[in-house]
């Protein structure tokens, strides 16, 4: 378990449900990954991100699914993609990604409660 956090602490942390909109391979990533185009609402807008996800997802698997991302971390370059959002996801017990996501549908850019 990490460091103890006041809920202040937590509050600071802007994570957002998106939708993806577009997934492609990455190649050019060290490890497996897929480029992302996840749409938080009108609000925050489109936003790309970079996730190691290929063990359980496919791009056209992805397209219309809504996952949970921190939408106010600084952007990182991870090769030549610029990963605006780090989508949010659990490691299973082989260390593959699996993406945290709501059970039900929620408005695109509503935020973590």
């Known amino acids: 378990m990490a460091d103890e956090i006041t809920y202040a602490d937590f509050e600071r942390v802007d994570i957002r449900v998106g939708t993806i909109v577009e997934a492609t391979p990455f190649p050019e990533a060290r490890k497996p ?31 219309g699914r809504q996952v949970l991302g921190v939408v106010n971390f600084p952007p990182r370059q991870i090769g030549p993609v610029r990963s605006e959002v780090l989508t949010l996801g ?4 082989a260390g593959a990604i699996v993406l945290a996501a709501p059970d039900k549908p929620v408005p695109n850019g509503k935020k973590l409660m």
């Open 33 to 63: 990954a897929f480029k992302l185009l996840i749409d938080f609402g009108a609000e925050i807008g489109l936003k790309k991100s970079s996730a190691q996800i290929t063990v359980h997802y496919t791009p056209e698997s992805l397209i």
């Open 90 to 93: 659990f490691e299973d017990e």
